[in-house]
Nanobody, 126 residues
Framework: QVQLAESGGGSVQPGGSLRLSCVNS????????VAWFRQAPGKGREIVGA???????YYADSVTGRFTITMERGTGSVYLQMTNLNPEDTAVYYC????????????????????WGQGTQVTVSS
């Protein structure tokens, strides 16, 4: 059974950086995508970015140029490097694995993801 576990969250000042990890254990990665979502207090869960098994990437406009997603193809573990953080980035960050999909697709919607981690808190404040 596939399990995802996030780590690396914490508290930083505006302009700071954090690196989140999503370790994939218990199963093969397959033709899937791993995405990072976040949920701020009182708001819905939104996608931050995603990376497919072919290493295609997608980023939300709000994080483009500041966040970078990478993957270890052998293990399927995924990392989210976050730089120039601002208070609007404060949220619980979740990694999620999609259902299998075609090579050139990159899922971005919540229903397309069937395995979720427990989340890690990121707080940006001065």
């Amino acid at each position: 059974q596939v399990q995802l576990a996030e780590s690396g969250g914490g508290s930083v000042q505006p302009g700071g950086s954090l690196r989140l990890s999503c370790v994939n254990s218990g199963g093969s990665f397959g033709p899937r995508t791993v995405a990072w979502f976040r949920q701020a207090p009182g708001k819905g869960r939104e996608i931050v970015g995603a990376i497919s098994w072919t290493l295609r990437t997608y980023y939300a406009d709000s994080v483009t140029g500041r966040f970078t997603i990478t993957m270890e193809r052998g293990t399927g573990s995924v990392y989210l490097q976050m730089t120039n953080l601002n208070p609007e980035d404060t949220a619980v960050y979740y990694c999620a694995r999609s259902r299998p999909h075609r090579e050139y697709d990159i899922p971005r919607e919540l229903p397309e993801f069937d395995t979720w981690g427990q989340g890690t808190q990121v707080t940006v404040s001065s």
